[in-house]
């Protein structure tokens, strides 16, 4: 084993779970900062409406981010099922495969995107006060995506090995970078909301750069050897196989919740810019919930590959008990504190008891998520991902959709949009626990797949 890595197949499993899991949540939160402090610097010292214009992108962005990440876990799993079966040429080729499809992917979705913003925020039907802003700063926004997507493939390939410190490390760079830019461009230059946009880009580039550097000069499997360099089919394939229902998993929520804030829209400027400071809030805590889901796929992934179904089995559990703990302690910490933490946001009495009201609905029952994520993460180790994506696909989008148009249409009002989001996730869950005891009963060694 090399420095940073965990040995997933052997000894106790809650203490390593940990290790992996928080340097990954805290890497999903300094991601979350990149954006926060986007949130935060046009709240404070450019106004509220650009504010709500960088709160109308959030889905938007999250939509081709998930797609992304989906991807990139893909060959996560692939790459950390060879480790666990010692097939090392494979797990080779599967490094090599992933980073030259995070370079294909964030080419393509960063031409896709710009082509499509015009038509996206005429189906939102942004206000025209925020109109402008908003398609300013996504379009900066999503020149960076390539260097976001490189970044999200590279630390897959460190993850695949229980190596989750050294993405972090990135991430801390690029998040001085930005916060330091933003001051600079907003303050100093006057650039607004572009140059908030022009600091993020910059931003991504930096953890790109970082991890790019330290796979160069990786030892063993993860290396990155620019003579051996080449695209394998059979481990293309395999990461596409597992990892584009994953992203599509990921963009169905985001699918859902640009109707949501379609809805969000048409009750005005405070709850906009409430929903945009509430959302950077929740999806920190979400970003513990999703780390332990991500242990559960990779640990699930190796000891899969080795065979070991029962040890499988048991880091599911321990991954889900874990998070349950974390993800309920920083729960009480957001709620107690809801008031104080929106107004670092916008001030604005309005704004911060709108944003307390959605913390209430998305936070408070947070624990669903933590069932959610824990047997969707596991069914991706084992490499079932189409299963958790389509039930997900149905249930997500069918009830947020049903309820925006009948519920939503009768009582538009805040909180009974804020409703969807826990009754969706109870029925998703469900369903989701089903189909794992459903696969789980069915389940050979992976060698005796091959």
Known sequence: MKSGDINMLQGSLWDKIILFAIPLALTGVLQQLLNSADVVTL????????????????????????????LSLGANVVIAQNIGAKKIDKAHAAVSTAFLLAIAAGIFFCII????????????????????????????????????????????????????RTPLIALIFATVVNITLNLIFVLYFDWGINGVAAATVIANIVSAIVLFRSLIHAEGIIKLDFNAMHLDKAQLSEIIRIGLPAGIQGMVFSLSNLLIQAAINALGADAMAASAAAFTIEINVFCIV??????????????????????????????????????????????FFAEEILSVFNSDPEVVRLGVIRLWYIVAPDFINVALEGFSGAMRGYGISLTPAMITLVCVCGVRITWVFTVFANIPTYEALMAVYPISWIITTVLLIAAYFYHIKRLKPAHSKK
């Open 113 to 164: 995107g710009e082509a499509l913003v015009a038509p996206i925020f005429y189906f939102l039907d942004v206000p025209t006060i925020v109109v402008d802003m908003a398609e300013s700063y996504l379009r900066i926004f999503l020149l960076g995506l390539p260097a976001m997507s490189l970044y999200n493939f590279e630390a897959a390939i460190f993850r695949s090995k229980g190596d989750t």
């Open 43 to 70: 709240g404070k010292l450019v106004g509220k409406n650009a504010m709500a214009a960088v709160g109308n992108n959030t889905s938007m962005v999250g939509l081709i981010v998930s797609l992304l990440m989906g």
């Open 290 to 335: 999703n780390s332990f889901g991500q242990a559960a796929t990779t640990f699930v992934g190796q000891n899969y590959g080795a065979g070991n179904l029962r040890r499988c089995k048991r880091a599911t559990w321990v991954a889900m008990g874990l998070s349950t703990f974390f993800t309920q302690s920083f729960c009480f910490a957001v709620l």
